[in-house]
Nanobody, 114 residues
Framework: QVQPVESGGGLVQPGGSLRLSCAASIRSFRAYNMGWYRQAPGNQRELVATITVGGNTNYEDSVKGRFTISRDNAKNTVYLQMNSLKPEDTALYYC????????WGQGTQVTVSS
């Protein structure tokens, strides 16, 4: 299994926005739910957003109304639009397939700081 490749992170001020991308070279990508995870220093990795094969989405409470997950099946890519970012969103962000985990990618660092 090939690990996903995440990109789009960076340093942003509180209230700012970022759009993360994840390329997942898996066969039958469109047949799987996908998710975005994050891990802050000293914390466990947590699932913050999921999108089903049908496009239904679900979010962890702390990001509801601020983050939007989407997918492009033609490009085997998952996106995470993050708005109104807060310092507590600072973490390493990963994407993966919740049902059958792939090898973890390197993630993309998001740092929210003034």
């Amino acid at each position: 299994q090939v690990q996903p490749v995440e990109s789009g992170g960076g340093l942003v001020q509180p209230g700012g926005s970022l759009r993360l991308s994840c390329a997942a070279s898996i066969r039958s990508f469109r047949a799987y739910n996908m998710g975005w995870y994050r891990q802050a220093p000293g914390n466990q990795r947590e699932l913050v957003a999921t999108i089903t094969v049908g496009g239904n989405t679900n979010y962890e409470d702390s990001v509801k109304g601020r983050f939007t997950i989407s997918r492009d099946n033609a490009k085997n890519t998952v996106y995470l639009q993050m708005n109104s970012l807060k310092p507590e969103d600072t973490a390493l962000y990963y994407c993966n397939r919740p049902s059958i985990l792939l090898p973890w990618g390197q993630g993309t660092q998001v740092t929210v700081s003034s």
